[in-house]
């Protein structure tokens, strides 16, 4: 049998903003059903960003606002009922 893949989601912009920096993926933006919050989930593997972050490594600052940024406004369009994931 094949293993299903568990899907990582998280809910601080900063974190997710840095994963997309450092391992350029891009998460789907959903909406929690239990606290009606959104979050962002990764299908692959992001535990070493994850570690990355905590141990406050270097990165490019324009390039991290840049994502920051994107994150933000993917959490205004869900809010405001953009497209997204349930």
């Known amino acids: 049998m094949k293993e299903k893949k568990k899907v990582a989601v998280l809910e ?7 994963i997309q920096l450092t391992q350029n993926l891009t998460p789907r ?3 929690r059903e239990q606290d009606h919050r959104v979050v962002f989930a990764f299908d692959e593997d992001i ?25 933000r ?13 349930r």
């Open 12 to 18: 601080s912009p900063d974190l997710v903003a840095f």
């Open 73 to 85: 406004s993917a959490i205004h369009n869900v809010r405001q009922g953009g497209n997204f994931a």
């Open 29 to 31: 933006p959903m909406i």
């Open 47 to 71: 535990r070493d960003s994850i570690g990355l972050f905590y141990k406050n490594v270097p990165v490019p600052i324009l390039d991290y606002c840049k994502n920051l940024k994107s994150v």
